[in-house]
């Protein structure tokens, strides 16, 4: 290539707005040109569906996370977007964004761009941004590690859903920000532009990074982003439940089953997102929460046809499939319904 390109890594905990952040975004004129990768823990993908109703296509690459079990994953599909972008087969792609998984290593991923000599030359340093939920973001920090090394990666440091946080745990939260990584800024989701979003890093990285191995990310020295390499740590402790409907859902088994896990499951519900048909409306319907909140669901505008299948997916710690699948059935003999659901 003749120039590098931009690389941004979108990270950020389970459920901290990267979604959102991102789509809002890619609406900007300055971002045309833009490849979005998509990386979700779990078999069923979501978030790419999300990005395609609000008009933007991205490659999703789902089933493990491109940190570690799926960098090979990552690695072609780059190349292979490179290709197509270079032979005219595609638009001329203008920069890459990543959007990890809510439990991916932004390390992992650096280092497996920069494994492959012929992908390290084609992009430039990367900008690590990560969003943080400023309601739960120190409960993340406190209870997963996963949380903790975003914010240490990151070089732009994202607070989201700051309209349903205290004044003082956003207070708290940027302090506690400030300690784990002071080379970082922190922007308010409002302030973020194509520009913070894209622009490549202040700190320079110290060294480019050895073969297969990931980063330390620390921020020890004085004027350089430390990038040395550690002892791969990355494991789960969390769970990816998926649901599949192939029938309009009833709103009041699908709100009641949603309320009965939250209320009395919702420590254990990290995450929680679907796209799903309601009723007899032909448009799709974005839902979210975790832990104890479901937010209402949100009507989307389909950019092209969809196949009518809702997808519901949770991300948990510490509960069972068979948990979920009995408060649904016994949701559907207090609300009786058909559905075709496997």
Known sequence: MDTRLPLTILSGFLGSGKTTLLARLLKRTEMSGTAVLVNEFGEIGLDHLLLEAMGTEAQVMSGGCICCTSQNELRSTLRRLLRESASGTTPPIRRVVIESSGVSDPGGIIASVYSDHGLASCFEPPTVVTAVDASLGLHCLDQHDEAMRQVNMADRLVLTKLDIAESGQVEQLRHRLL?????????????????????????????????????????????????????????????????VFEEPLDWDLLSNWLGTVAFFHGPKVLRLKGLVFIDDDDAPYAIHGMRHLVHEPSRLSLARPSDGVSRIVFITSGLARSTLETALERTRQALPTTLATR
């Open 179 to 243: 300690h784990l990584n002071g080379h970082a800024s922190i922007l308010a989701s409002q302030e973020v532009t194509p520009r913070t979003l894209c622009d490549p890093p202040d700190v320079p990285l110290a060294s480019t990074p050895p073969r297969d191995t990931p980063l330390c990310g620390c921020h020890e020295h004085a004027d350089q982003r430390c990038l040395q390499p550690v002892e791969a740590s990355h494991t789960h402790a969390f769970e990816s439940h998926g649901f």
